[in-house]
């Protein structure tokens, strides 16, 4: 039976295995895939020192998200909102992909088949994809971001994107980045909430996941939809999914495999096996 059989029959969680042999049955799974879709969350770049969102430590506990990532909080006070956005671009322009990227990274490079989507915005499956091609085509790697990326403006007038800046003068809205063709004030390229993910991006998320025979989803609390819903399109085509993370998510029950534990130092012993693809 290949994978995409083994999903079927395997996902309802039985209850956590014990871990080596729970990484036993994941490296099969992935040796066996012939596509992998990867969905990572903020959990991965956590070890880069990239705060996540929810949980201890998490974003959202000391920053409300109606102020500072909301299109509403952008109308009201632009300057508070980049004054966020400029300090979260200093904060991950100062961090570097971790074990976890790389092993995701080196997978898309070696096995042509997978897709990495990412809800994170901080751009670090990009550099370890360029980092781990070593000169060579990064392409494989380059994850789809379903939910932007911090380090692109967006002018909220004409919808053109740019480069975003790293010197960001914040102190007054005068001085806030502006678009070059309409004039009008720039945004972070980023989701907000109430706003819609792009169609274009979602639908390719969705259509790679509905192809997989494994979706490896790593590092989410898999509470944000549409994102969250993405794994789902795996076991509708019949594949499985194989859960990475810290703790049970709403994606637990629906995992045929659960590895507890962080991504920096489980998706290597997963993926870099001599004999995967
Ligand atoms: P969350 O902060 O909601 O969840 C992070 C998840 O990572 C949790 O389930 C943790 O248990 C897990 N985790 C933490 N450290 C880990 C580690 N070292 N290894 C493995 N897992 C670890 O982040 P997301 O699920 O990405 O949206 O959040 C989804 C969206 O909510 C974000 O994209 C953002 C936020 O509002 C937008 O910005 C639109």
Known sequence: MGAAGMGRTQAVNQGPPA???????????????????AVTGAGISAES???TFRGAGGLWRSFRPEDLAAPEAFQRDPRTVWEWYAWRRGLIAACVP?????ALARLALRQGHTTIVTQNVDGLHTRAAEIQAGGGDPTPAIPVEVHGAIDRDLCSGCGVRSPGSHSIEV???ETLPRCVVCDALLRPDVIWFGEALETRVLSQAFSMAGQADVCLVAGTSALVHPAASIPLATLEHGGMVVEVNMEDTPLTRHAAISLRGSAGALLPALLDADDLP
């Open 19 to 37: 871990p080596a042999e729970a990484l036993a049955r994941a490296r099969a799974a992935v040796q066996a895939a012939g596509r992998i879709v």
């Open 49 to 51: 020192g990239i705060p």
């Open 98 to 102: 971790n074990p976890g990227h790389d």
């Open 171 to 173: 102190s007054s809205v």
